[in-house]
């Protein structure tokens, strides 16, 4: 899967000192983290097209892990299936991202009756088409075809080429992986006008710039939502700031301060 291209990144970058284990859910990798103090897990963040992993997000938020590095990994989808002939497909299985990503191909090559289904990930649509049938078809990456040994019928099929994933290392153990260059918080503002702007002027007093910002159901009280913020400096640049941008909220948590790999 792209998660263990990213994995991979990661193992070069930590020395391989960690043995690659497989786990079937983004909770489930949080939760193996916050169990044991000496394992890290890596996890999709972003994507450059269909925006923010929500299962991610919203589950960093409530545990007790910290960012630890970013990685970018390209993504290439390719059509994949025990067929040799792309005609014979009625059915296609993919991570819901992986199917919206290729929206474009699939109107071209298929018509309105095609089926598409969803897999909890592109790896694990690609294993079910060894459990059916030739009318099968999957998006999912080239290492992963090549693996279950499955035809690849079309390469890079992805509407926009320029797709990548950003992931996440996470640890609850702080992890020196080079210099800090961007730095997640979350928080919580106060429920009057202007409670956003009040925040964003002391990103613009220290002159720091804000690369990310998204919002998110509290899941506590209907209308309310939590921020969540990605800063272009590591911590070491921006505690001032952070500090009062703590004051002036309900609730703020540091999620991490981490380099890109």
């Known amino acids: 899967t792209y998660s263990e291209v990213g994995a991979e990144k990661a193992l070069l970058a930590l020395d391989n000192e960690y043995i690659l284990k497989h786990v079937s859910t983004i909770s489930k990798v949080i939760e193996l983290v916050e169990k044991d103090s000496m394992a890290v897990g890596v996890l999709p963040f972003e994507n450059s097209i269909e925006g923010i992993v929500r299962q991610t997000i919203d589950n960093i938020y409530i545990s007790d892990v910290k960012i630890q590095a970013e990685i970018d990994v390209k993504i290439e989808h390719c059509f994949i299936s025990k067929a040799k002939d792309i005609k014979k497909i009625q059915n296609i299985i993919s991570h819901p991202q992986a199917l919206?990503?290729?929206?474009?191909?699939?109107?071209?090559?298929?018509?309105e009756k095609i089926n598409l289904i969803q897999s909890a990930s592109t790896a694990q649509g690609?294993?079910?088409?060894l459990d059916y049938d030739d009318s099968y078809g999957a998006i999912a990456s080239e290492i992963i075809a090549n693996d279950l040994k499955l035809?690849?019928?079309d390469k890079n099929i992805g509407d926009i080429k320029e797709n990548k994933t950003r992931f996440v290392l996470i640890s609850k153990k702080d992890i020196n992986l080079g210099k800090n260059t961007v730095t997640s918080v979350?928080?919580?503002t106060k429920n009057k006008p202007g409670a956003l702007l009040a925040v964003l002027e002391i990103l613009k007093k220290y002159n720091i710039n804000l690369i990310y910002l998204e919002?998110?159901?509290?899941?506590?009280?209907?209308?309310?939502?939590?921020?969540f913020a990605d800063i272009d400096k590591g911590i070491e640049d921006i505690t001032p700031a952070l500090e009062e941008i703590n004051k002036e909220c309900n609730y703020y948590k540091f999620?991490?301060?981490?380099?890109v790999l």
């Open 186 to 188: 979350a928080f919580n």
């Open 255 to 259: 999620l991490g301060s981490y380099p």
């Open 126 to 129: 690609a294993n079910m088409l």
């Open 100 to 111: 919206a990503q290729c929206q474009q191909y699939i109107l071209n090559n298929f018509d």
């Open 151 to 153: 035809n690849i019928l």
């Open 215 to 227: 919002s998110r159901p509290s899941k506590k009280v209907f209308g309310e939502y939590n921020f």
